[in-house]
């Protein structure tokens, strides 16, 4: 029944480790993305996907790589993770964003030590 | 670029108090205007929406007018709840489909 679900929940890993979060929507949208909230709240584009498409591709080291296999599901790998890598990372999708706004995932919380 | 502006917190009310969250807004061309809230521990939830200058988006006791004269679109209710504690975001949707939140207004309503 969930629209927007992403995978882990909750993610405690050590600096260095390479690590993936995956997200899938069955909302039949178009474009997906990710949004990093630090922790003041501060809510950043990482990127988008149209239709497996690269369309946003905002300033985020080259160690975080998405991968679409296919416009239900937009994955994020973080390579090398780093202490300022700790956040909440929402997935989102949308169909027609000007009119409906964007269906959020409930977050991963990602905590390097 | 096209950015948003809102009212800093936190914001602290007793319940049935009025609240108004601020939010202006920098586009080129017409963008569309939504708000946002998160509970804690949870996912953004798009609360209200608007498309176009003038438009009143309106959801649970909120409201929002798109005002192109003053580029705003204040959130307000006239008599909150303590379920309304929540992080309020105001958006800007830019023409390349990107959503631009504000900063956040942490909301608080005491019993």
């Known amino acids: 029944d969930t629209a927007v679900s992403q995978t882990p929940k909750y993610l405690v890993t050590q600096m260095g480790n390479d690590k993936s979060i995956k997200c899938e929507q069955n909302?039949?949208?178009?474009?997906m993305y990710w949004y990093k909230q630090d922790s003041k709240k501060f809510l950043k584009i990482m990127f988008s996907?149209?239709?497996?498409?690269?369309?946003i591709n905002e300033t985020v080291p080259n160690r975080f790589s998405p991968k679409s296999p296919d416009k239900a599901h937009l994955n994020l790998h973080i390579n090398s993770l780093e202490l300022g890598d700790s956040a909440v990372y929402f997935c989102?999708?949308?169909?027609?964003?000007?009119?409906?706004?964007?269906?959020f995932g409930s977050g991963t919380r990602l905590t390097v030590v | 670029g096209d950015s948003v502006t809102q009212m800093e917190g936190p914001v602290t009310l007793s319940e049935e108090a009025f609240l108004t969250i601020n939010c202006t807004y920098t586009?080129?061309?017409?963008?569309?205007l939504f708000w946002y809230v998160q509970y804690p521990g949870e996912g953004l939830q798009l609360l209200l929406k608007?498309?176009?200058?003038?438009d009143k988006g309106s959801n649970k006791g909120f409201e929002a007018t798109y005002r192109k004269e003053t580029t705003s679109f204040h959130l307000e209710k006239g008599s909150v709840q303590v379920s309304d504690s929540a992080v309020y975001f105001c958006?800007?949707?830019?023409?390349?489909?990107?959503?631009?939140f504000g900063a956040g207004t942490t909301v608080t309503v005491r019993a």
């Open positions: 989102a999708s949308s169909q027609d964003p000007r009119e409906k706004g964007y269906t």
């Open positions: 909302l039949g949208h178009d474009t």
């Open positions: 996907y149209n239709n497996k498409e690269l369309i």
């Open positions: 586009a080129t061309g017409y963008p569309s």
């Open positions: 608007a498309t176009k200058a003038d």
């Open positions: 958006a800007l949707k830019s023409p390349d489909y990107k959503l631009s």
